[in-house]
């Protein structure tokens, strides 16, 4: 059965620094990894899919790399500002269905 | 202009009350879903429509009743609500099915339901 988990649950880092948030899942054989933002009070923001054939796929100041045969996958968020404060979910797509599978999220805080 | 829109925002109500959510998409898109979000934060899908055809019926309760009138809507209809059911509902639209190249999913703002 297939498991996400993203650890730290919480992370708090000052402005300006680069950052990394970490997803790890227990089944290799997964269609493709996305990387969700999730703002208090509203829904979540599709910020990058990465197909299984793929090891990275880059938007602005976020990178997000695939490690299949380790089962991990890394968000890279560089000169981090405070609006970047947010919720981050990770979410595998398993070959087999048509399901999301989701970790609990690392809620990000950056401090001016 | 909103993309994908759920009213209500708030929903308190009584157990053994039957409420309804509903959900529209501006985009387009041909497939929608529900998902609940419980209170570790974790997201479950329980239902997907793709072009007004129900796709995926995950386990949930029988009280639960998912109608697309359309293709751009997709309601929610919650009967005899238990306190177990108290969490974000978030409706969400893609523009092809789960596991195509076209499966990024766009959000709704969530409902948050309490039951009382």
């Known amino acids: 059965k297939q498991e996400v988990t993203q650890i730290p649950a919480a992370l708090s880092v000052p402005e300006g620094e680069n950052l990394v948030l970490n997803c790890s899942f227990t089944?290799?054989?997964?269609?493709?990894l996305q990387w969700f933002r999730q703002d208090p009070g509203k829904g979540l923001t599709s910020l990058l899919l990465i197909q299984s054939s793929q090891r990275e796929q880059t938007s602005g100041r976020l990178n997000a790399s695939l490690d299949k045969s380790s089962g991990r996958s890394t968000l890279y968020i560089a000169a981090s500002q405070p609006g970047d404060s947010a919720t981050y979910l990770c979410?595998?797509?398993?070959?087999?269905?048509?399901?999301?599978?989701w970790g609990a999220g690392t809620k990000l805080i950056i401090k001016p | 202009d909103t993309a994908v829109s759920q009213t209500p925002k708030y929903l308190v109500t009584q157990m053994g009350n039957d409420k309804s959510i509903k959900c529209e998409q501006n985009l387009g898109h041909d497939t929608m879903y529900w998902y609940k979000q419980d209170s570790k934060k974790f997201l479950k899908i329980m239902f997907s429509y793709n072009n007004k055809e129900l796709i995926i019926n995950e386990t949930v309760p029988n009280r639960f009743s998912p109608k697309s009138p359309d293709k751009a809507h997709l309601n929610l209809h919650i009967n005899s609500l238990e306190l177990g059911d108290s969490a974000v509902y978030f409706c969400?639209?893609?523009?092809?099915?789960?596991?195509?190249?076209?499966?990024?999913?766009?959000f709704g703002p969530g409902t948050r339901l309490l039951v009382l």
């Open positions: 979410a595998v797509r398993p070959d087999s269905n048509y399901q999301l599978i």
């Open positions: 969400a639209s893609s523009p092809g099915l789960a596991g195509s190249h076209q499966e990024t999913q766009y």
């Open positions: 089944d290799s054989a997964i269609y493709n």
